[in-house]
C-alpha cells in the first residue's frame, strides 16, 4: 500500500476533530438545558419566596415544621407553633414553602378559570 493509500484509509484527522468539538458542544448544551437550566430557575424561585415573607405568612419548614411568621430579621425568622404557641427561631433558608401565598394563588386562578384546573384523567375522580 502507498503512502497516499494509507492516508485515505485512515480518514484525515481534520475533520474527525470539528465532529468531535461539535458533539462535547452539543452534550454540555443538553446538559445545559435539561439539568443546570431548571435547576437554576428553581433556585431562583425558591429565593424570591424567601425574600417575600411577610409577618403572619404561614410557612412549612424542610423539616416538615409548619409555624407562623411573627418576625424577621435578615435571615432569621421566628415562628409560632402550634397550639400552646411555642416559638422558634430559623434560617430563612430552612423554609420549604409559604402556605398563605399558596393558598392565596390557588384561589386567584379559581377565580380566573372560574372553575378548577382538570387533569389529563379528571374523568377517573367521579
Same mark, same amino acid.
Given at each position: 500500500?502507498?503512502?497516499? +493509500?494509507?492516508a485515505?484509509?485512515? +480518514? ?21 438545558f435539561i439539568?443546570?437550566?431548571p435547576?437554576?430557575k ?14 403572619g ?6 423539616? +416538615? ?9 435578615e ?6 407553633t402550634g ?26 386562578e379559581?377565580?380566573?378559570? +372560574?372553575?378548577?384546573?382538570?387533569g ?7
Open positions: 500500500m502507498t503512502t497516499t +493509500g494509507f485515505l484509509t485512515q +480518514g484525515g484527522g481534520e475533520g474527525s476533530f470539528w465532529t468531535m468539538i461539535v458533539l462535547y458542544g452539543l452534550i454540555i448544551a443538553v446538559f445545559y439539568l443546570i437550566r435547576q437554576s428553581q433556585k431562583k424561585k425558591e429565593e424570591e419566596m424567601r425574600n417575600s415573607l411577610e409577618v405568612d404561614t410557612i412549612v419548614t424542610i423539616g +416538615g415544621i409548619i409555624g407562623r411568621v411573627l418576625s424577621i430579621k435571615d432569621d425568622i421566628v415562628i409560632e397550639a400552646d404557641r411555642n416559638k422558634m427561631k430559623i434560617k430563612k433558608w430552612a423554609i420549604g414553602s409559604n402556605e398563605t401565598r399558596a393558598a392565596a394563588a390557588k384561589e386567584a379559581k377565580k380566573s378559570d +372560574g372553575t378548577e384546573k382538570k389529563l384523567f379528571s374523568f377517573l375522580k367521579k
